[in-house]
């Protein structure tokens, strides 16, 4: 296995721990009233689980699809 490769998995696997961290943080309190109806953005109502989750998996395949770019673009200047 490459340098490179394990630098890329190192930073998945840190990437998807912080995620997971980041939830049970902003989890949502059993004892706390309903977030129904209220605004959002004046209120303590935490974002969903599948939100985080997507912006992750966005953020994982942003980071994937630049590594690519930039292995495809070093590849024509060599």
């Known amino acids: 296995m ?3 490769q394990l630098e890329m998995k190192k930073t ?7 995620l997971v961290m980041a ?7 059993p004892g706390a009233p309903a977030c ?4 959002p953005d004046l209120s303590d109502c ?3 689980s599948w939100v985080m989750l997507l912006a ?14 930039q292995k495809a673009s070093r590849q024509l200047l060599s």
């Open 2 to 4: 490459s340098y490179k």
């Open 12 to 18: 998945i696997a840190l990437t998807l721990l912080f």
């Open 23 to 29: 939830m049970t943080v902003v989890a949502q309190d």
């Open 36 to 39: 129904g109806g209220g605004d």
């Open 46 to 48: 935490p974002l969903d």
């Open 56 to 69: 992750g998996c966005g953020l994982i395949i942003t980071v994937l699809y630049l590594n690519n770019k």
